[in-house]
């Protein structure tokens, strides 16, 4: 069973706040989009940032695994709204 995964809200504007979750377990909440792309290269070891996943996830609720790992990246249910717009318009702009 899915369990509700905890939004953050955006505090400062420009900001995308991330909460981070490692599997169903909570592992942090950001404050920003890069400070959770560093937390997660630090916590798998990698030598990249890996911001395509990270996007999936926030964006389209894709999971990011990663050895042996599922991570979760969750933010402002209003920010992410004001976002698939953006992405949606330039998709038909495209």
């Known amino acids: 069973m ?8 955006q ?5 995308y706040p991330v909460t ?6 909570l592992l942090i909440k950001c404050s920003s989009l890069q400070e959770a792309a560093r937390f997660i290269k ?9 911001w395509t996943p990270i996007n999936k996830s926030l964006w389209y609720d894709e999971p ?3 050895g042996g790992a599922t991570f979760h990246f969750v933010t402002d ?18």
């Not at 899915?2 to 809200?9: I, L």
């Open 2 to 9: 899915d369990m509700e995964k905890e939004s953050p809200t």
């Open 11 to 15: 505090v400062k504007q420009g900001e």
């Open 20 to 25: 981070i979750y490692e599997g169903e377990r």
């Open 42 to 50: 630090e916590r798998t070891n990698d030598k990249f940032f890996r």
């Open 64 to 66: 990011y695994s990663i």
């Open 77 to 94: 249910p209003k920010i992410k709204k004001e976002k698939l717009k953006e992405l949606s318009e330039k998709k038909f702009k495209n």
